[in-house]
Antibody, heavy 119, light 109 residues
Framework: QLQLQESGSGLVKPSQTLSLTCAVS??????????WSWIRQPPGKGLEWIGY???????YYNPSLKSRVTISVDRSKNQFSLKLSSVTAADTAVYYC???????????WGQGTLVTVSS | DIQMTQSPSSLSASVGDRVTITCQAS??????LNWYQQKPGKAPKLLIY???NLETGVPSRFSGSGSGTDFTFTISSLQPEDIATYYC???????????FGQGTKLEIK
């Protein structure tokens, strides 16, 4: 059974870059067919998909965030990462990493990490 | 982009009640529709996948139905532990992206 754990800075200044990492255990991040996603949830609001990286390395992003998002994989550390540039207060949210064995759904989730954008 | 309209946004029901939540897609999504339960402070949990399939370990009081644009999620007999927010989610195979419904907050009356 996969386990995912987010880590990274909990406080980011406006205009700076948010950086988070998701460590994967219980399986290989290079496993065929898997994709690895980032999803966020502003306080008291709903879920927003940010983007995902396929096991092959291909990336797909939410069009509303595409110009600011980069998702990458570090196979040696069995983890994947999110970078979101030029952040504003609207980017304050709990950020989740999640896995998809079949692409169409999210089967395993990290516990989530709160990132606050504030000076 | 495919839009998902989930209703109601909130719902109050009694223990033992039958509860129904609907999700409507702006275009045909076949059966690429999943349902999640999210309890406060926790990550979402997959309950139903591909519109009507019960995820392993999920109680049988949860069910889903529908295809195309109209989908329904049902709890046959509401239990106190079912208090949570429920989300539908679709996958757009053409644009390779995901969209969630707005969520339904379920409370005990």
């Amino acid at each position: 059974q996969l386990q995912l754990q987010e880590s990274g800075s909990g406080l980011v200044k406006p205009s700076q870059t948010l950086s988070l990492t998701c460590a994967v255990s219980g399986g290989s991040i290079s496993s065929g067919g898997y994709s690895w996603s980032w999803i966020r949830q502003p306080p008291g609001k709903g879920l927003e998909w940010i983007g995902y990286i396929y096991h092959s390395g291909s990336t797909y992003y939410n069009p509303s965030l595409k110009s600011r998002v980069t998702i990458s994989v570090d196979r040696s550390k069995n983890q994947f990462s999110l970078k979101l540039s030029s952040v504003t207060a609207a980017d304050t949210a709990v950020y989740y990493c999640a896995s998809s064995m079949t692409t169409t759904l999210f089967d395993y989730w990290g516990q989530g990490t709160l990132v606050t954008v504030s000076s | 982009d495919i839009q998902m309209t989930q209703s109601p946004s909130s719902l109050s029901a009694s223990v033992g009640d039958r509860v129904t939540i609907t999700c409507q897609a702006s275009q045909d999504i076949s059966n690429y529709l999943n349902w999640y339960q999210q309890k406060p402070g926790k990550a979402p949990k997959l309950l139903i996948y591909d519109a009507s399939n019960l995820e392993t370990g999920v109680p049988s009081r949860f069910s889903g139905s529908g295809s195309g644009t109209d989908f329904t999620f049902t709890i046959s007999s509401l239990q106190p532990e079912d208090i949570a927010t429920y989300y539908c989610q679709q996958y757009d195979n053409l644009l390779r992206g995901y969209t969630f419904g707005q969520g339904t907050k379920l409370e005990i009356k």
